[in-house]
């Protein structure tokens, strides 16, 4: 079984759990902080801590906060722990008014702890209409900042040039929701400071297992404006692939979260920055405790209902289990559990604390192409531990490599991105690694290349400087856009006309686009290879640097070749948008095979 967590307390921390219910508030106080929650809506309308009445922006209307419930319980209460339910029955009389879906949504004071829980069990039941669930979910600009006069709508509504913000450090900056996303794998713990008092508002997800598309999924950390997001499910750099469909009589539960929301505060005020270290160090100790033993919903599973399995496959492997499906088809899974782990130096991994249920295997590993599938189904029972025997896993490779551009990782974050254009500067992101997170990169495009597209000679050029990390539209004017076809050029010595060479893409991300391709004729009227309309990512405009993963392996006839110099044409045709374009993980010529 868990433990529960251990958290540093002011005075106070020895107090009882309590529960006082009036007609329209729940509140739930354990001498260190209270919450209050609308009876029976269950939103969260205040948290008072360390002599603040409200940390919660009072601006913020409350029926803006969520589904409301209909129904209040008392699932517990005691001194040391009170948990309370808030529930939303669907019926057919509300067919068309509301998402048909049982919600039951729960919230958790433990004594001597800084902060509650909270977590969600969705339910649908066999015989009701189906639907698409779409979502559920540094220095920063005060809200007012925003709006005019004191910001200046961009090219979409979340993203605002601060013109005269309040504070007048950030003016000139762009604010932007998207420009603060991150991959599940890294998203264990973000939320808010203030300084005046210092005190720290966290949000920190022990597990990943709940969240939908696997440990390289981005979703969103922050909304507009201070709003704290748990972001569960998203079709964030994804689409349409990661909204989960439910046909008519499909039935479906599954618990999301729990999460814990987290206080902390600095006594003398010297460094609020401590919260940030203080609440990576909480983080820590609530991945120790799951799964939690104190949460009562039968259907969250806690540790003796759960399985293990383990293994040896390769070094920094990606390893994971999720809903059986095809080779690859995790990335758009999400209506089910993922359990994801990266191996160690020796190659061996472990996965613990797994949901009972039946799932396949699948993995990937940065340095290589392609996605491995164990062929068995795996049925996990409670009290499992599985020891598969050694996985190999052999990537795709019909001939010997001629030449590479990039790095199979998945991502395109090694090839050339821009400085941002000064007038649209976040400074947050400034000699940063994830820098590709500035607003308007796709318009650096159009400058580096004004009157032609992007030509790459093997052996002349570097990856990093000269592919520009997104085929990007060249914008003409202010609402017309010029597709644009980039060129690879590369010798050959000698060439086997009768012969297969293979010509491997593998997209980083795809958004309203098609890649077209053609061998040493730019003019013929059919590529030699087309994807069709691909992708939803959408990862252009919000600033990520990977959505959808997409592997194609082109055969490529000998006599579309010529000895000496030759050139591959990369078309992307669609230029409705500026947003419309292709990310590229690693594109790779191979020679046939035996020579």
């Given at each position: 079984?868990?433990h529960?967590?251990?958290?540093?307390?002011?005075?106070?921390?020895?107090?009882?759990?309590?529960?006082?219910?009036?007609?329209?508030?729940?509140?739930?106080?354990?001498?260190?902080?209270?919450?209050?929650?609308?009876?029976?809506?269950?939103?969260?309308?205040?948290?008072?801590y360390?002599?603040?009445?409200?940390?919660?922006?009072?601006?913020?209307?409350?029926?803006?906060?969520g589904?409301?419930?209909?129904?209040?319980r008392?699932?517990?209460?005691d001194?040391?722990?009170a948990?309370?339910?808030?529930?939303?029955t669907?019926d057919?009389s509300?067919?068309?008014?509301?998402?048909?879906?049982?919600?039951?949504?729960?919230?958790?004071?433990?004594r001597?702890?800084?902060?509650?829980?909270?977590?969600?069990?969705?339910?649908?039941?066999?015989?009701?209409?189906?639907?698409?669930?779409v979502?559920?979910?540094?220095?920063?600009?005060?809200?007012?900042?925003?709006?005019?006069?004191?910001?200046?709508?961009?090219a979409?509504?979340?993203?605002?040039l601060?013109?005269d913000?309040?504070?007048?450090?950030?003016?000139?900056?762009?604010?932007?929701?998207?420009?603060?996303?991150?991959?599940?794998?890294?998203n264990?713990?973000h939320?808010?400071?203030?300084?005046?008092?210092?005190?720290g508002f966290w949000?920190?997800?022990?597990?990943?297992?709940?969240?939908?598309?696997?440990?390289v999924?981005?979703?969103?950390?922050s909304h507009?404006g201070?709003?704290?997001?748990?972001?569960?499910?998203?079709?964030h750099?994804?689409g349409?692939?990661?909204?989960?469909k439910?046909?008519?009589?499909?039935y479906w539960?599954?618990?999301?979260?729990?999460?814990?929301?987290?206080?902390?505060?600095?006594?003398?005020g010297s460094?609020?920055?401590?919260?940030?270290?203080?609440?990576k160090?909480?983080?820590?100790?609530?991945?120790?405790?799951?799964?939690?033993y104190?949460?009562?919903?039968?259907?969250?599973?806690?540790?003796e209902?759960r399985?293990?399995?383990?293994d040896?496959?390769?070094?920094?492997?990606y390893?994971?289990?999720?809903?059986?499906?095809?080779?690859?088809?995790w990335?758009?899974?999400c209506?089910?559990?993922?359990?994801?782990?990266?191996?160690?130096d020796?190659?061996?991994?472990?996965?613990?604390?797994?949901?009972?249920?039946?799932?396949n295997l699948?993995?990937?590993v940065?340095?290589?192409?392609?996605?491995?599938?164990?062929?068995?189904?795996?049925?996990?029972?409670?009290?499992?531990?599985?020891?598969?025997?050694?996985?190999?896993?052999?990537?795709?490779?019909?001939?010997?490599?001629?030449?590479?551009?990039?790095?199979?990782?998945?991502?395109?974050?090694?090839?050339?991105?821009p400085d941002?254009?000064?007038n649209?500067?976040?400074?947050?992101?400034?000699n940063?690694?994830?820098?590709f997170?500035?607003?308007?990169?796709?318009?650096?495009?159009?400058?580096?290349?004004?009157?032609?597209d992007?030509?790459?000679?093997?052996?002349?050029?570097?990856?990093?400087?000269?592919?520009?990390?997104?085929?990007?539209?060249?914008?003409?004017?202010?609402?017309?856009?010029q597709?644009?076809?980039?060129?690879?050029?590369?010798?050959?010595?000698?060439?086997?006309?009768?012969?297969?060479?293979?010509f491997?893409?593998?997209?980083?991300s795809?958004?309203?686009?098609?890649?077209?391709v053609?061998?040493?004729?730019?003019?013929?009227?059919?590529?030699?290879?087309?994807t069709?309309?691909?992708?939803?990512?959408?990862?252009?405009?919000?600033?990520?640097?990977?959505?959808?993963?997409?592997?194609?392996?082109?055969?490529?006839?000998?006599?579309?070749?010529?000895?000496?110099?030759?050139?591959?044409?990369?078309?992307?045709?669609?230029?409705q948008?500026?947003?419309?374009?292709?990310?590229?993980?690693?594109?790779?010529?191979?020679g046939?095979?035996g020579?």
């Amino acid at each position: 079984m868990g433990h529960p967590p251990a958290t540093s307390s002011p005075a106070g921390a020895t107090a009882g759990v309590s529960v006082m219910v009036s007609d329209r508030y729940v509140e739930i106080k354990n001498g260190i902080f209270e919450v209050t929650l609308s009876n029976p809506d269950g939103i969260v309308t205040g948290v008072r801590y360390n002599g603040v009445d409200n940390l919660m922006e009072i601006l913020n209307k409350e029926d803006k906060r969520g589904i409301k419930g209909t129904e209040f319980r008392i699932i517990y209460q005691d001194e040391n722990q009170a948990e309370v339910s808030f529930v939303r029955t669907w019926d057919p009389s509300l067919e068309g008014k509301a998402v048909p879906l049982n919600i039951d949504k729960r919230f958790i004071v433990l004594r001597g702890c800084s902060g509650f829980y909270t977590y969600g069990i969705y339910e649908h039941q066999e015989g009701w209409p189906g639907f698409s669930m779409v979502e559920t979910r540094r220095i920063m600009p005060m809200p007012e900042d925003r709006v005019s006069p004191r910001g200046q709508q961009l090219a979409y509504p979340e993203a605002v040039l601060l013109v005269d913000p309040i504070n007048p450090d950030l003016k000139g900056e762009v604010d932007d929701k998207y420009q603060y996303s991150c991959e599940n794998q890294y998203n264990n713990v973000h939320g808010w400071i203030s300084f005046d008092p210092p005190i720290g508002f966290w949000q920190i997800t022990p597990s990943e297992e709940f969240r939908t598309g696997g440990p390289v999924k981005q979703n969103l950390t922050s909304h507009v404006g201070p709003t704290m997001l748990a972001m569960f499910l998203s079709g964030h750099y994804a689409g349409d692939d990661l909204t989960p469909k439910f046909m008519t009589g499909e039935y479906w539960k599954k618990v999301h979260g729990p999460v814990f929301m987290y206080l902390n505060s600095s006594w003398d005020g010297s460094n609020p920055t401590l919260l940030w270290k203080d609440a990576k160090v909480q983080m820590m100790i609530e991945k120790e405790s799951w799964p939690y033993y104190f949460a009562l919903s039968d259907d969250f599973q806690k540790t003796e209902q759960r399985g293990r399995i383990s293994d040896l496959y390769a070094t920094s492997a990606y390893v994971g289990l999720a809903l059986p499906g095809d080779v690859g088809s995790w990335q758009r899974e999400c209506k089910g559990y993922q359990f994801w782990c990266r191996a160690h130096d020796n190659g061996s991994f472990s996965i613990r604390n797994i949901v009972a249920g039946d799932y396949n295997l699948y993995a990937w590993v940065p340095g290589f192409i392609g996605d491995y599938k164990l062929d068995a189904k795996l049925t996990i029972s409670s009290g499992d531990d599985i020891y598969l025997g050694d996985l190999v896993y052999e990537p795709p490779r019909d001939g010997p490599t001629m030449w590479e551009i990039g790095i199979p990782d998945r991502s395109a974050s090694e090839f050339y991105v821009p400085d941002p254009n000064p007038n649209y500067v976040n400074r947050l992101y400034i000699n940063h690694p994830d820098r590709f997170r500035q607003y308007g990169l796709w318009e650096r495009y159009a400058e580096l290349y004004p009157d032609s597209d992007l030509v790459y000679t093997i052996g002349q050029s570097d990856y990093t400087t000269d592919w520009f990390f997104a085929q990007v539209n060249r914008r003409t004017d202010q609402s017309t856009y010029q597709p644009t076809t980039w060129q690879i050029k590369f010798n050959l010595d000698s060439v086997s006309p009768n012969s297969t060479y293979k010509f491997r893409v593998a997209l980083a991300s795809s958004a309203n686009a098609e890649l077209q391709v053609r061998f040493n004729n730019q003019d013929r009227t059919a590529p030699h290879f087309t994807t069709g309309l691909i992708g939803k990512d959408n990862t252009i405009a919000r600033h990520g640097i990977h959505g959808l993963y997409w592997l194609f392996n082109i055969d490529v006839s000998g006599a579309w070749l010529v000895q000496g110099m030759n050139t591959i044409y990369l078309k992307q045709p669609r230029n409705q948008s500026p947003f419309q374009g292709l990310m590229y993980d690693y594109l790779r010529m191979e020679g046939p095979s035996g020579i």
